[in-house]
């Protein structure tokens, strides 16, 4: 079983933030001490142009950073901020990804607080949803490996024997009449996306499905949920069906 502590993660996440501001502002130092010693007039105003630049990135690094703080702790941010939010921290988050593979942290931890975030700008952000507006989409790792029904493309095949998350998850949603789509990957999501149209996504995936999917899908919302995987990735996966059950009430404003 996978070691998850949330409250690590956001520490990395914000680690990782800060290490980008470091770097930045030793470049920024190092150019100043350049033209200090540097006699040539154009060289003067090239290097002052790139050191306005790296100070404006520093700037909005570190109000990005407060806003994030704020958002993970669970602190009010102003709504006019959230649109900003979003799309910096989509921005950012390929650089995250890179800088954690050279300063050796778990990617995994960074795609949980990426999910996290993009989650609470999501509720912060989205209007109420219908059931119908609503698309709840599960990977079929979720199902036994021994089971024999073949559930991907229709889901009234599941005999409810109750061996894995999928008997619950159906329960989940006929309860509130939302659609539930189990996909064998991101290529079969995205034709779901695309044929059913939704105003609202609740994914259950791996960490780096959730991010790509979120990435993936720019104009529909995505509540994103990780899976748990007892046995590894990608077999006899599950799924907090209490958590799909939160996600539904939130997007249809009942939580
Ligand atoms: S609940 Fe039972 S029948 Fe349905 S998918 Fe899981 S193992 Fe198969």
New binding site residues.
């Given amino acids: 079983m996978e070691n998850i502590n949330i409250n690590r993660d956001k520490r990395l996440f914000l680690c990782l933030m800060l290490i980008i501001v470091i770097a930045i502002s030793m470049i920024t130092f190092t150019l100043f001490f350049i033209i200090r010693n540097s006699g040539i007039n154009l060289y003067k105003i090239i290097i002052k142009t790139i050191i306005l630049l790296t100070i404006i990135i520093i700037v909005f690094l570190l109000f990005l950073s407060y806003l994030l703080a704020r958002l993970i702790n669970n602190k009010k941010v102003p709504n006019i901020f959230i649109t900003f939010l979003e799309r910096s921290v989509k921005l950012i988050y390929p650089v995250m990804i890179f800088l954690s593979s050279l300063v050796n942290i778990d990617k995994d931890s960074i795609r949980r607080v990426f999910s996290q975030i993009n989650n609470k700008i999501v509720i912060l952000k989205e209007p109420k949803l219908n059931p119908e507006d609503i698309l709840v989409i599960a990977p079929h790792c979720l199902?036994?490996s021994f089971?024999k029904?073949k559930?991907t493309g229709n889901i009234d095949n599941?005999?409810?024997?109750?061996?894995?998350d999928?008997?619950d998850l159906i329960d989940v949603c006929n309860k509130y009449n939302v659609k539930l789509e189990i996909v064998t990957g991101g290529t079969l999501a995205r034709r779901l996306i695309k044929d059913y149209k939704p105003r609202g996504i609740i994914a259950i995936a791996c960490e780096r499905d959730l991010s790509s999917g979120i990435l993936d899908v720019k104009k529909v919302p995505v509540i994103a949920i990780t899976n748990e995987r007892p046995e590894g990735p990608c077999k006899n996966t599950c799924v907090n069906t209490r958590n799909v059950e939160d996600s539904i009430k939130l997007f249809m404003r009942r939580l």
């Fill in positions: 199902q036994k089971c029904h559930i599941c005999h409810k024997c109750g061996a894995c999928i008997s």
